[in-house]
């Protein structure tokens, strides 16, 4: 955030010194100060652009094109989706794709999946399938999930928005239903940072799938989300059921996890036996290299 605020505060000062720039500078600032979570100085500079009589009309596109990204970045959803229904006819084709997946995200994020699958129900991009993967997801749809998830790709979006996709289509191909509300909605409440909830829903999911069939996998995430959000108990409890469970993949893999908690808990005595384990049972293994580091860690 640090260096999103001084690139913004830079580019405002250079168009305030650089007349014949300004307009671009301050557009620029804008920007910045919009991805760096300044919403308030992104709206000061965008009403100076606003009121600036040198802006041509492609800048002014700009700028009311920023706005709604500044207005999604308040929650102010609704006012985002009707600015950017009166621009959208003045966007170029790229900038209008990108924008409307952004509005779609911000509904997402409030929980309103009907409104986000609203924003993206014509769009054949790869980024506008691996959102409607994702919304379908959310809505619990599995089998259609699956298919536009697959249709997506590994390359929309960010790095850590393919991975995110890819481990979801992994899980998705393990379990045999085709409908799942249940587990769309833990996942929306993982989406929306409620992990307390997510994690706690993932687990009754979790229980209730057969083990080979994503039920180890699901009770798996549960646990790296209670880890994650320090619920260290809760989670030692579920590695333990999913280790039982003794599905390879997903019993190697909460074997190791279980060992790291122990290794921090300095429970060293715990730790080694379960990481032994965990060699011994599952050496062929993905974990394998790094549980035998850590092995020696607690040794």
């Known amino acids: ?26 557009l620029e600032s804008a920007q910045a100060y919009a991805d760096a979570g300044d919403q308030g100085s992104a709206r000061r500079m965008l009403s100076r652009l606003a009121a ?16 709604v990204a500044v207005l999604i970045g308040e929650g102010k959803l609704e006012e985002a989706t009707k600015q950017f ?17 952004k ?34 997801l959310y809505q619990g749809h599995l089998g259609e999930a699956a298919n536009l998830l697959r249709y997506a790709g590994p390359y929309a979006g960010t790095r850590d928005a393919a991975v995110s996709r890819t481990t979801a289509l992994a899980l998705l191909q393990m379990i045999d239903a085709d409908s799942l509300p249940s587990l769309g909605k833990a996942l929306l409440a993982l989406e929306r940072r409620d992990s307390v ?5 993932l687990e009754t999911v979790g229980g209730a ?13 549960a646990a790296r989300v209670a880890l994650g959000i320090g619920e260290d108990a809760l989670a ?15 019993a190697a893999a909460a074997g190791y996890d279980l060992g790291r908690l122990l290794v921090k808990d300095r429970r060293k005595a715990e730790a080694i036996a379960v990481l032994e384990h965990v060699l011994v049972t599952y050496p062929g293994s993905s974990v394998a290299p790094q549980a035998r580091r850590l092995l020696d860690v607690a040794k």
């Open 1 to 26: 955030r640090e260096a999103g605020m001084a690139k913004a505060i830079g580019l405002e000062l250079l168009g305030a010194t650089v007349p014949a720039q300004a307009t671009r500078y301050w």
């Open 236 to 250: 030692e409890r579920i590695l333990g059921q999913v280790a039982g469970l003794k599905v390879p993949a997903s």
């Open 209 to 221: 799938l057969p083990p080979e069939r994503g039920g180890a996998e699901v009770l798996l995430l």
């Open 103 to 136: 509005v779609a995200e911000g509904w997402i994020a409030l929980g309103q999946l009907e409104r986000a699958d609203q924003m993206v129900a014509q769009d054949s991009t790869i980024d506008g399938l691996a959102v409607r993967g994702r919304i379908h």
């Open 52 to 67: 600036d009589p040198k802006s041509s009309p492609t800048m002014a596109a700009s700028a009311a094109s920023t706005l």
């Open 85 to 101: 229904s009166q621009l959208r006819a003045v966007l170029s084709q790229e900038e209008r794709e990108s924008l409307q997946i």
């Open 197 to 201: 909830v997510a994690a706690r829903e």
